[in-house]
């Protein structure tokens, strides 16, 4: 019960506070959020329970259990809810209701502290690693709610639910509601999934309870799958970045300058489709910092979508672009700027093939603008090659040769525009 509980507030079980926190947003809307999955789970479990109990119950008779006295315990979380609800950060009232309810009862909590300091080390251990390793994050980038839930469940059991959110919030995960009910609903498999599994087995051993960690399990078995299904039935469909297809709804048509054309009506089409976009606005409140820590330098080819070859989500990466994808000094100087002020510390040189930009020499390609009714272009240099494996990788070491960039990781790749593939050359 008191897993299915700690749904409703961020702060009643510590996974809340680590996995949404790039999602600040006040207690009540995320309640407000969770509501119904927290009483559908409050439901099942209550009625799962009394129901289990009831079966073994009638074999031993019943009739001997103590009357409930709500006392301080209740009135302290009451009032510790409310100022949860209420105040914007309430961390320390909170504390202070908590000590002084404590203090009251004269109550003297005896906590093991070689499992806390376990717990610690695994959830500090394990943080560091997820901030290294991105497997993780890639993991739940390519799973659906109901795979997320399941990874959350999984991971609270194998090594308890706090490592396991830090090591799945390491990076914003697509679906961090179901992430949380995975985490938070997931430890009623095994008693090591949660801390209050373990503080209850310790206290119920300490009063002489015949508490049972294979019943646990065996009640878990059904009830966690029961809980799951249902609750992530309750979440709404995820708003933005996952649930939305980003080029549904726009209308593919081509288009045709005509020279008569006012200004309004030359960009017509695209601040149309500008209104409909900004009318369901995905991105609010995306930070500037590239989410990935990466640049991405490419061709201005519009067979090439940057961030969808490469996995990506808006928020995600620095998209550079010129024609031919050449380290120009502009590059380099938007590089330094990204690296230092916007989260930059890898780059992506991505040349693509059939590019025009190696279709011939500077001298053809003088001669082709001429000849498309443009004017002597030779003073410009559009930076074309012949040979543009090697000038990937002659671009790639300018990077890193750049006094002001030699930490960045740098890599050289070419994008084949009819199969979709990446291979790297450098
Ligand atoms: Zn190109």
């Not at 640049?295 to 979508?305: G, K, N, Q």
Request: glycine residues 8%; charged residues 15%.
């Amino acid at each position: 019960m008191a897993n299915a509980g700690s749904l409703l507030l961020p702060g009643s079980n510590l996974t809340n506070l680590l996995v949404l926190p790039s999602d600040p947003q006040p207690a009540t809307a995320f309640a407000l959020r969770m509501l119904p999955a927290w009483i559908v789970a409050c439901a099942i479990t209550g009625v799962f329970l009394s129901l289990g109990f009831r079966l073994q119950d009638g074999q031993r008779g019943d009739g001997d259990l103590p009357p409930l006295r709500l006392g301080f315990g209740a009135a302290a979380t009451l009032a510790a809810a409310i100022l949860v609800l209420t105040l914007p950060n309430a961390a320390l009232p909170v504390l202070a209701v908590g000590l002084a309810a404590t203090a009251l009862r004269r109550l003297r909590p005896a906590l093991d502290a070689r499992a806390l300091a376990l717990l610690f080390t695994l959830a500090v251990s394990l943080g560091a690693i997820a901030r290294l390793w991105h497997g993780p994050a890639h993991l739940l980038d390519s799973s659906g709610s109901w795979t997320t839930a399941g990874i959350g469940a999984l991971a609270s059991v194998l090594v308890n639910n706090l490592p396991a959110a830090v090591v799945l919030s390491a990076q914003p995960a697509p679906h961090p509601y179901a992430l949380l009910l995975g985490l938070d609903l997931g430890p009623n498999l095994a008693i090591t999934g949660s801390l209050s599994a373990l503080l209850w087995l310790q206290a119920a051993r300490t009063v002489g309870a015949h508490a049972s960690i294979t019943t646990y399990t065996r009640l878990g078995l059904v009830l966690v799958p029961l809980t799951l299904a249902a609750t992530l039935a309750t979440l709404p469909a995820a708003p933005g970045r996952a649930a939305t297809n980003r080029w549904e709804g726009l209308q593919r048509s081509s288009w045709t300058y005509d020279a008569s054309m006012s200004s309004e009506q030359t960009f017509a089409d695209v601040l149309a489709a500008k209104e409909t976009y900004a009318d369901d606005f995905p991105l609010p409140g995306l930070p500037a910092h590239a989410a990935k820590g990466l640049a991405v330098l490419t061709c201005i080819d519009s067979r090439i979508e940057p961030l969808a070859m490469l996995g990506l989500e808006p928020g995600d990466a620095k998209i550079l672009r010129n024609a031919g994808a050449r380290v120009t000094d502009d590059v380099l100087r938007t590089l330094v700027l990204a690296s230092y002020l916007l989260g930059v510390d890898r780059a992506m040189v991505i040349a693509h093939t059939d590019c025009r930009m190696a279709a011939g020499s500077e001298d053809e390609v003088h001669a082709a603008v001429s000849e498309a009714g443009g004017p002597d272009t030779r003073s410009l240099a559009f930076l074309v090659t012949s040979d543009q494996k090697a000038t990937v990788r002659a671009d790639v070491q300018r990077i890193r040769s750049w006094p002001y960039l030699t930490h960045l990781h740098v890599g050289g790749f070419l994008y084949d525009t009819d199969t979709g593939r990446l291979s790297h050359l450098c």
